[in-house]
């Protein structure tokens, strides 16, 4: 394994049975991620955009094949060992912003910390743009909500950040602002970036682009 890679996926499968239907979510993927690296995947809905980020983000097992995390087989680690590198190294941002409803923007950054730090959680707000720290989720426009999800992916001090289509449900201007966002705390913190889109425009944003099409990736 490259000493630069963060994340390494061999000869990846990932296959569920409906009945006698076989559906090949990953065939054969074979993927790696630099250290500090942002990468875009881009594929139409049902690609199998959202399974890699799973099987990449340790939360389902391949099939078959290997997934490696800073150097670790994550497929020899047991189930605690696997959430510990979860908890410690993977910050996550999906679609949906997934905030508790009854808490402002400050607690639901200090609910998931290892240490409730309400100074580092309104650092973290502060970087993804987010000043008013009292503000309910559903006071909060989709792209504020986004983006104080975004700071709640960070709070442990993650090395890398799997965001699963999060401008989907934004306008084009909010979603190559929020592309930015992750672009500049890319380049400022040193995170991992990998984002999946089905929205060629963020595709040109930059970054290393990956296209994706019924579980494989296109040359």
């Known amino acids: 394994m490259n000493e630069n890679n963060i994340v390494m996926l061999e000869d990846v499968w990932k296959i569920y049975k409906n009945g006698e239907h076989v559906i090949h979510s990953l065939a054969n993927i074979n993927y790696s991620v630099e250290e500090g690296s942002f990468s875009i995947i881009y594929g139409p809905s049902g690609s199998g955009k959202s399974t890699l980020i799973r099987v990449i983000g340790l939360l389902e097992k391949p099939t078959m094949g290997k997934v490696w995390i800073k150097g670790k087989n994550s497929g020899k680690l047991a189930q ?3 959430n510990i590198v979860i908890r410690d190294e993977i910050g996550f941002l999906f679609q949906g912003s997934n905030l508790i409803p009854t808490l402002n923007a400050l607690e639901n950054i200090t609910l998931p910390m290892l240490n409730s730090d309400k100074n580092l959680a309104k650092k973290l707000l502060e970087k993804v743009g987010f000043s008013d720290h009292k503000k ?11 983006r104080v999800s975004l700071a709640r992916a960070m709070v442990n001090n993650h090395s890398i950040i799997l965001a699963d289509e999060p401008t989907g449900d934004l306008h084009t201007a909010d979603s190559e602002k929020f592309i930015k966002i992750l672009q500049e705390l890319n380049r400022t913190e ?21 296209e994706i099409a019924d579980g494989t990736f296109v040359q």
Do not use: A, F, Q, Y
């Open 136 to 146: 309910l989720p559903k006071e909060m426009s989709i792209e504020e909500g986004r």
């Open 190 to 210: 040193d995170l991992t970036v990998v984002v999946t889109t089905n929205n060629r425009n963020i595709s040109k944003l930059g970054g290393n682009l990956i």
């Open 80 to 82: 605690k060992k696997r």
